[in-house]
């Protein structure tokens, strides 16, 4: 009985042992995961805070020899592209025949020559955070949404003509009520010399939006109608060699191209008249208002000789 029992107590003995050991084991895991996940005092968490909401220091990015050498570098672009622009006007006045692609080729380096002076004073004089610049350009890409729609219509719409080329800088074309020269295609709008000499900027956005006629399309001659109301009972065949002669022996003409008459009838005040149209291709865009002004001239005068108005 006495063995018994000695033997039940180490028994119970051995288990509490076993449980102590086991309990101990568990609040040695749990300090432990505690010690490593818990959280740093009051005064670390607010350092901590303000690091990460604090912005970039910027104030070094601004300062009188920065703000004196864009300065310098702006003035430098706008007198070399002066310099430039004049040298290739002086060419093309010259070079007739290359005036066209000098015309052409001048907004692409006008865009390239401002797009390197912007870069080296971004990237070569303030030298900002990749921060500080993408933050920069979404604002303006932010402001620029929505306060300047249209101008961003434009924009569009200026590099639609620059790559699609529909016209270009030299060409004749009617874009709605305007019909002139184009003498430059602008980030904002086109500019147009109209026969009365006067410069009218239209939108690019509403030239995209409208039929566009391009009487050269890049080449230095162009077709040049003059119309004449002539009695109804004329002699046709005589008119038409009259005015055919007339265009030929023009100092303005290009006679690699063919010359045409054709007749419309039509009526005025109930009176039933002809319109003569004469057709003939000038050899220089720049003379197509004085060889229609010649052409109408010339054969109303043989017509007048002849007797036949």
Known sequence: MFLICISFSSLLHGQAANTITTTDSSQLITD??????????????????????????????????????????????YFSLKILTGILNLYAERKPRHKSLVRRVLPMIKILVWSMVVYIIVSGIFSPPKETVLAFFASIGV???????DLLKNLFGGLMILFDKPFQIGDRIETGKYYGEVVEIGIRSTRIVTPGDNIVSVPNSEIMNQSISNTNSGLNNCLVSADIYLPHLI????????????????????????????????????????????????????????????MTELVLRELKNEGLM
């Open 32 to 77: 432990t995961l505690a010690s490593q996940t818990a959280l740093p005092p009051v005064a670390e968490r607010g350092n901590l805070a303000q690091e990460l909401t604090q912005a970039p220091d910027v104030s070094g990015l601004i300062s009188f020899p920065k703000i004196f050498w864009s300065v310098v570098f702006l003035l430098l672009g």
């Open 143 to 149: 402001a620029i949404g929505f306060a300047s729609q």
């Open 235 to 294: 002699d046709t065949q005589r008119v038409r060699q009259i005015a055919i002669e007339v265009a030929q022996i023009s100092k303005y003409v290009y006679l690699n191209k063919p010359i045409a008459v054709i007749f419309f009838s039509e009526k005025t005040n109930k009176e039933p008249v002809l319109k003569m149209r004469l057709n003939a291709y000038v050899m220089n865009v720049g003379y197509e208002f004085l060889f229609k002004s010649e």
